[in-house]
């Protein structure tokens, strides 16, 4: 054991720790894939990840902050597994700092009795993963991912705390964010490395389509302040490359292969990238992407797609900025109660509208005519028309204007999950007013309103990453939050 470090000596520690752990379990994969050779009791206590524990007994005045994050909720020994200490080593370093310089807390990095399951250290190359090893044999002998030891107590509010007993340091410990790694990359085709903190999710790939190309017009500025554009599947346009090459390689991508396709644009000034993603339809697609992004703490992440319009002084193209959420796709109801009110997170909230304001360069009473902030439906059913009779009343209470399939459960695994969020929609039909989208209506709707519409987004972020002291608010955190964001 090792105490009394510096938040720098701690995370140096904590890649020391998980990278021996990680080569002694791959190097034991890799003998047993060629010799047979069983690794021993010994040999396999060597497989953990990293714990980290802070401790924070205050002696004298309690400092104070209104930071949301990086604070203690209580005196006593805080602690959690770390998995990818590199990579999140600067995430790690703004939360330790604040806790020793300004509370004065002692930080411990030991080896954990979490074990790390096998299957989290291998990469797509490796012989042993490959050939005629079964998976029942190797569970035999290695650490398998154990469902049963990955949740989301803490973030969920229902760890139990034991007088005495240590308290999570973090939302998440090293198995959950080793698991969800995992699932980024398989179901959004890039490698999760490559993922960036500000993420737009969209249910339409043509929004895809104009951030492809925006991102390769980014791409083609020698000064621009990105860098690289990731394409699902791996290959990856850089920076000075040209428009051509960048928009043949996108159209080469295999984004069809995977169900929720990511294209990750990296940004080299250290202030994040962004990313947008193809969630798909329905709330289910959305509670599987916001479940495994959470991991990598994102400073935001906003929902840009369609809906219907619900007020006859709507138009198609006009924008909803949703600033409440009738939840009926039911998807987290026993996670987070319907009675639980998801609140709209000013910051964003502001962002959005002065982006809006920006783009379309309307202000006033002219923007308000295109841009209406209320209430959004989400359902779990795109047939909620056919049972109209059953819902009218409900809505009619909400004073709904705009439904969708998406939009509650993206804000509330937010909230859930203390991610910031905001939704801004494009009505996109009327379904109660006779005007449903047909074909040549809809392409040229399409062609109109999708790329206005995503530079709304892409401002929205450009306007938030200033604002990361305010933007991870109070709001989303609990009254026994663990320290970490």
């Not at 998807?331 to 962002?351: S, W």
């Given at each position: 054991m090792v105490s009394g470090l510096t938040p720098e000596q701690a995370v140096d520690r904590l890649e020391e720790l998980h990278g021996a752990a990680s080569g002694a379990l791959r190097a034991a994969l890799a003998r047993y894939a060629s010799d047979g050779v069983v690794p021993t009791a010994a040999e396999r206590a060597r497989f953990r990840y990293p714990e980290l524990c802070v401790d924070w007994q205050p002696t004298g005045a309690v400092h104070f902050t209104r930071r949301a994050w990086a604070k203690f909720q209580a005196p006593g020994r805080y602690a959690t597994t770390v998995t990818q200490p590199g990579f999140f080593r600067q995430y790690l370093l703004e939360q330790l700092r604040p806790l020793r310089e300004e509370f004065g807390a002692t930080l411990e990095v030991n080896v954990g009795k979490q074990e790390i399951p096998y299957p989290f250290v291998t990469e797509a190359g490796d012989e042993f993963i490959h050939g005629d090893l079964p998976v029942t044999e190797l569970a035999r002998h290695f650490p398998t991912p154990m469902l049963a030891e990955v949740g989301d107590e803490i973030a969920d509010?229902?760890?139990?705390?034991?007088?005495?007993?240590?308290?999570?340091?973090?939302?998440?410990?090293?198995l959950r964010v080793d698991y969800s790694l995992r699932r980024l990359t398989h179901y959004t085709g890039t490698d999760w490395r490559t993922i960036q903190p500000w993420i737009l999710a969209t249910n339409y790939q043509r929004y895809v389509d104009h951030f492809v190309t925006w991102a390769a017009g980014q791409l083609a500025q020698p000064q621009s302040d990105f860098t690289e554009l990731v394409l699902p599947g791996g290959a990856v346009v850089r920076r000075g490359e040209g428009l051509e090459a960048a928009t043949v390689a996108a159209q080469a991508a295999p984004w069809h292969r995977f169900q929720m396709p990511a294209y990750n644009l990296v940004r080299g000034d250290g202030s994040g990238g962004i990313t947008i993603i193809n969630i798909g339809v329905g709330p289910s697609n959305t509670k599987t992407a916001t479940d495994h992004l959470a991991v990598l703490r994102p400073h935001c992440w906003l929902m840009i797609g369609h809906c219907g319009g619900l007020r006859q002084s709507q138009t198609i193209g006009d924008?909803?900025?949703?600033?409440?959420?009738?939840?009926?796709?039911?998807?987290?109801?026993?996670?987070?109660?319907?009675?639980?009110?998801?609140?709209?997170?000013?910051?964003?909230?502001?962002?959005?509208?002065?982006?809006?304001?920006?783009?379309?360069?309307?202000?006033g009473e002219a923007l308000k005519r295109r841009l209406r902030t209320g209430t959004v439906v989400s359902y779990d059913d795109r047939n909620w028309e056919l049972r109209w009779s059953h819902e009218r009343q409900r809505i009619n209470h909400a004073r709904a204007i705009a439904v969708d399939m998406e939009s509650a459960t993206l804000a509330t695994q937010g909230y859930r999950l203390r991610v910031p969020y905001g939704v801004l929609l494009c009505i996109s039909d009327k379904p109660l007013h006779g005007e449903i989208k047909l074909p040549g209506a809809a392409t040229r709707f399409y062609q109109r309103a999708v790329g206005e519409h995503l530079n709304i987004g892409l401002r929205t972020l450009d306007l938030l990453r200033g604002e990361l002291q305010t933007l991870h608010s109070r709001k989303l955190r609990s009254f026994d939050e663990p320290p970490f964001r």
């Open positions: 509010g229902t760890w139990i705390a034991r007088e005495g007993g240590t308290r999570p340091l973090a939302l998440f410990d090293a924008y909803v900025l949703a600033h409440a959420y009738l939840r009926r796709d039911r998807i987290l109801d026993e996670l987070l109660p319907p009675e639980v009110p998801v609140p709209a997170l000013a910051e964003v909230q502001v962002a959005l509208q002065q982006a809006a304001e920006q783009v379309t360069g309307e202000k």
